[in-house]
């Protein structure tokens, strides 16, 4: 069982939470500008890490709200709470986020170039 | 005493058989003569072909590709023991009646080997076709069972619904009162299906497999995959290199892990499936029973204990288990359908990492890496499939193309969109 830290409401049992999988998958921006296999590559593939894991949880039976995580998907610690739109601070989660291989997916590269834009 | 076995084209080395006649004799000196069921080799330098992973569907891989397709330097690699995995983790539901095409091709053609499984493995798998009964809980689901009827009979394969008072005669335990909070509307009956003893379904495959020469290697880890100019050849093993121009992965809940050693990755997401078994008591339900709508399964084993099963945990682990909602949960809903149960103990619960898949099917493929083929995305379903999925396994292991079952089953699915979205017939459960 899981207890975790609602970033509004404090630490709350595992049930009244929701889970929103993967963190900071950028969602491409002109999709159209973006092969199938890179479409697909969005879509579907999958991080799916064992060790440290940037994910998203929702405190659906509570304020609602939407947070990130830097947990352990062998241990199952929770390393670190941070809001949505911002980076994790800790240093596993800080190596997490810059090992990843959707930093360098056509799908990321898009969706900046899209918000570069406009 | 050599018995060739029907069908069986690799030389089998000649096991003694097991029948109630060794059983007799072997009475009479205590038990203590039984033979080793396989043996415990040294890993060979090198293999025409290796497996990683001795699960069910490993095991049943090599055994299918040393009696059907005569390559004869065959290893399966386990980092635990065999059966260790999902394989013994499982409630063991097998059924065929799945709603597209694709997949009733699959899984009946798995059905299919299951009803001669025992004689040809020469183990007794306890299979026991008992019949599997999908419940309904509301008018839509009802309907829609109809629909996936007439859609599985098409197909060929034995499927009927049934009203909440044909129910009530097959399972006398249940509740069908419409004061419930999920009453059963009605229900859909495949005969055919049953249960089957996993672990007997792992020990067979190895002893059938060993005899046709295949070295099945346990306590060692595939800790990386080797490959030059885009093909593969071999496996770093925690014993040493293990040289293969063949390499098949069936690693269930960590073929990501695999995938990213060889540079790849996969749709796969890797979540905890839990079950648990009630203490031993007379036999009370004689057929399996699966519910979606209330993410709950029911069953009782030969030694008497019923085996539960619930949906996945929602986040993903690779602990091998899961949380204590889940059981509540299930618990819940089976006080509710089975009044009976409430004053049972629960004797031991578990889980194992299962491989969920976009569309909630399986992975049967080629890679870009040449010679290196991976079969995965069972998720929560995958024990029904055993033998058929090591059947077309080996095939394509063997011919480096897929036959016409495991076409539809590449990795370019996701890439092209032909999905077979089984999100409805999986749900939940099995
Ligand atoms: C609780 C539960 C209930 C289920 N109920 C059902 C059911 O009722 N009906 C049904 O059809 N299916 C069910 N399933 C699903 C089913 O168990 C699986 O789909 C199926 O058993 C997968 O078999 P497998 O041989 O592919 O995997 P496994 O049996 O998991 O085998 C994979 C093997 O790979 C090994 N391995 C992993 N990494 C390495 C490495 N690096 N090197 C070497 N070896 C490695 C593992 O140790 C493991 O032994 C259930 C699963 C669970 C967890
Ligand atoms: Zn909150």
């Known amino acids: 069982m899981l207890l975790i830290e609602c970033p509004w409401c404090g630490p709350r049992d595992e049930a009244e939470f929701a889970y929103g999988g993967e963190a900071h998958i950028a969602r491409p921006t002109e999709p159209d500008k973006l092969s199938d296999a890179e479409w697909a590559e969005y879509l579907f593939l999958a991080s799916n890490p064992r060790g440290t894991y940037l994910e998203r949880w929702r405190h659906a039976h509570g304020c609602r709200r939407w947070f990130n995580a830097v947990r352990d998907t062998y241990t199952h610690e929770i390393i670190e709470i941070y809001a949505m739109g911002s980076l994790p601070k800790s240093k596993l989660g800080i190596q997490a986020y810059e090992d990843s291989w959707r930093r360098g997916s056509a799908a990321e590269q898009n969706a900046k170039r899209g918000s570069a834009k406009s | ?430």
């Open chain 2, 1 to 430: 005493m050599v018995t060739p076995t029907l069908g069986m084209r690799g030389l089998r080395r000649g096991k003694p058989r097991y029948s109630i006649f060794s059983l007799a004799r072997h009475a009479l000196d205590y038990h203590e003569g039984w033979q080793r069921a396989w043996r415990a080799p040294e890993p060979q330098p090198e293999y025409d072909a290796v497996i990683i992973g001795g699960g069910g569907h490993g095991l049943a891989t090599a055994f299918y590709l040393a009696s059907l397709h005569g390559i004869r330097r065959v290893a399966v690699v386990e980092k635990s023991w065999i059966g260790g995995g999902n394989t013994g983790r499982n409630t063991t539901i097998i059924r065929s009646n799945y709603l597209w095409d694709e997949s009733a091709a699959i899984y009946e053609h798995a059905l299919k080997l299951w009803e001669g499984l025992s004689q040809e493995l020469n183990f007794n798998l306890m299979f026991s076709q008992r019949g599997v009964l999908t419940l309904a809980h509301s008018e839509h689901e009802m309907k829609e069972m109809s629909r996936r009827v007439n859609a599985i009979r098409l197909n060929g394969i034995d499927s009927t619904v049934m009203t909440p008072a044909q129910i009530k005669q097959l399972v006398p335990i249940i509740d069908i009162s419409p004061s419930l909070r999920y009453p059963v509307m009605g229900g859909f009956f495949q005969q055919r299906g049953g249960t089957a003893r996993h672990d007997a379904v792992a020990w067979g495959y190895a002893r059938a497999a060993d005899e046709c020469g295949v070295d099945i290697i346990q306590n060692c880890e595939v800790t990386g995959i080797r490959q030059a100019k885009g093909a593969v050849t071999g496996v770093e093993t925690t014993r040493g290199f293990i040289k293969s121009a063949k390499v098949g992965c069936v690693t269930a809940g960590h073929s990501g892990i695999m995938a990213a050693m060889a540079g790849l990755r996969l749709p796969i997401e890797s979540r905890p499936l839990q079950a648990l078994v009630s203490e031993p008591i007379k036999p009370i339900i004689d057929t399996v029973v699966m519910s979606n709508a209330v993410h709950m399964y029911i069953s009782q084993s030969d030694k008497g204990e019923l085996v539960f099963g619930a949906g996945t945990d929602a986040y993903n682990s690779y602990a091998q288990r899961g949380s204590l909602p889940v059981i509540e949960h299930l618990l819940a809903s089976a006080v509710e359908l089975y009044p009976i149960v409430s004053r049972l103990r629960v004797m031991r619960t578990w889980g194992g990492i299962v491989d969920t898949c976009p569309d909630a099917s399986p992975i049967i493929s080629t890679t870009p890496v040449k010679g290196l083929y991976f079969n995965c995305g069972w998720g929560t379903g995958g024990f029904k499939a055993t033998p058929g999925s090591g059947h077309v396994f080996a095939d394509l292991i063997a011919q480096d193309r897929p036959n016409a079952i495991a076409a539809p089953y590449t990795l370019e699915r996701f890439t092209t969109g032909s999905l077979i979205d089984e999100h409805g017939a999986a749900g939940v459960a099995h």
